[in-house]
């Protein structure tokens, strides 16, 4: 199959994301200032790969500035991470900050921006704290959500005047689906209706952020927008057969719907809200609480695309004497010959980019939006060096390429999609996973004190910010 070159269309942005409980470490971190991340690690240890976890992770909190010297030689435009609420707090009940933790993240924008890097930062990567998780049950709480709020409020306080791009969560719906959804993290509990609560209070905590947002005038004053970053999981029926539909369109629901159409539309499926109500898993809300969503819509979405998600419907009987999981509606479905990553066990099917782009478009008002992350994380990666030590990771470029040929189509089509963010910009640690496959553009060497060093990816992503264009197969895609 020949080759094509692609264009990126002008003021496209072109980053790269990494989270900061996945790249800080605990250098200078207070006793009493673990996230639900550490509390997990320091729990169950054992089943992080390796025994590696967030206690050094990349220790970018004291080698920010080595690694914002290698953002700028591969010409970052821009780089999203998070503030870690947990550490950015000193009392949490009392909002009193932690000089030293937001004298660093003051610092690395100032670094950032040096390097005319914009800082794009999320105010919640999966870091509620640990006291607020064990004393209130996490955000299950409508007091951490206030809390939440007066976090927010100190952040934007501090360095509202400085960053234009916020956002509210990192993938809301994952943790707590793997809490008490799944029951595969700590604590291990299977409870559907603290499931929904926390997707719930998630929702309205971004609203409020919104809310807050407009009173502060961030906007107005420094032209600042606010989003969330949702992980939505484009899913495709076995078969065009009616049950097949219904299956996926359940799915879409319960795992998609229940963030984009709050955050969006400011409101909730009608149809989800029935089966939350036929289940006995509705949430706790307010009309006041619903009004806040209704009128408190986000700026823009940032959505972070890996693979498809197959399903079919269900072919067994769902034992009722068991808790409610949507899974009562829809099986999972492996397509026959599907390209996999073996390494992650996730399929790869770029068309997912071009699918989602046309439903932002069609279904949620054709709302600004960029790819938050996307990339592909691959197992033992020293094997593809050469013999100047460089990975040869064609691979990753590929990846790269394919779903940005994806993505350049539903752009070209009318899709309001404003860049691509790389998952990830270093290697970094993982849930569970922690080292075990390799997302970076630039090598974290765990053998040598987690020394850098650039991929050839890094380069050719260097080469394609700079000149806007890449090579990909011209295969035939929607006309």
């Known amino acids: 199959m020949q080759t094509k ?15 900061a409980w996945q790249s800080e470490g605990w250098s200078g971190k207070k006793e009493h200032q673990d996230s639900y991340l550490d509390l997990w690690y320091k729990n169950n240890k054992h089943v992080w790969h390796d025994g590696y976890g967030p206690a050094v992770a990349t220790n970018f909190r004291n080698r920010y500035k080595e690694d914002i010297g290698y953002m700028k030689e591969i010409g970052l435009t821009h780089f999203r991470t998070s503030i870690n609420w947990s550490r950015f707090l000193t009392d949490y009940e009392n909002a009193v900050v932690d000089e030293e933790y937001a004298a660093y993240i003051s610092d690395m924008i100032d670094e950032l921006q040096a390097a005319g890097i914009e800082p794009m930062l999320c105010l919640e990567h999966y870091e509620v704290p640990a006291v607020l998780f064990e004393q209130y049950g996490g955000w299950a709480s409508k007091h951490v959500l206030e809390l939440f709020l007066k976090y927010t409020e100190k952040v934007l306080e501090r360095l509202g005047d400085r960053v234009k791009h916020w956002f509210t969560f990192n993938e809301p719906i994952v943790p707590q689906t793997r809490m008490y959804l799944d029951a595969i993290r700590y604590p291990f509990e299977q409870n559907t209706k603290k499931w929904m609560q926390w997707n719930y209070h998630k929702a309205l905590a971004t609203a409020h952020v919104v809310k807050l947002f407009k009173e502060m005038g961030l906007k107005e004053k420094t032209g600042a927008e606010i989003g969330v970053i949702l992980n939505p999981e484009v899913t495709y029926a076995r078969s065009t057969a009616a049950h097949d539909q219904e299956a996926a369109r359940i799915y879409d629901l319960f795992f998609n719907r229940v963030f984009l159409d709050p955050s969006i539309k400011g409101e909730y499926p009608e149809e989800l809200l ?15 609480e619903r009004l806040i969503i209704r009128e408190n819509t986000v700026d823009t979405v940032g959505l972070n695309l890996y693979f498809p998600n197959r399903v079919k419907a269900r072919t067994s009987a769902w034992n009722e004497d068991i808790p409610f999981h949507p899974e009562r509606y829809f099986d999972p479905f492996a397509l026959p010959g599907k390209k996999m990553n073996p390494y992650r066990g996730w399929e790869i099917y770029p068309t997912i980019m071009y699918d989602m782009g046309m439903r932002m478009k069609e279904e949620y008002g054709n709302i600004k939006w960029f790819i938050a992350e996307n990339g592909m994380g691959v197992e033992n990666e020293p094997r593809f060096k050469n013999k100047e030590g460089i990975i040869e990771d064609d691979y990753r470029i590929d990846f790269i390429s394919s779903h940005l040929k994806w993505l350049l189509q539903a752009i070209h089509e009318g899709s309001n999609c404003q860049g691509y963010m790389l ?8 849930p569970m996973n922690a080292f075990k496959n390799r997302y970076g553009l630039v090598e974290i060497d765990l053998e040598n004190n987690r020394n850098r060093a650039l991929k050839k990816s890094a380069h050719w992503y260097k080469s394609l910010i700079e000149t806007g264009r890449f090579e990909a197969e011209d295969e035939e895609i929607y006309k």
């Open 5 to 19: 070159t692609w264009q990126l269309p002008d003021n496209f942005i072109i980053g790269a994301a990494l989270s």
């Open 274 to 288: 029935d089966l939350l109500k036929k289940h006995d898993i509705m949430f706790e809300s307010t009309k006041q």
């Open 423 to 430: 998952w990830a910009f270093t290697d970094n640690v993982s």
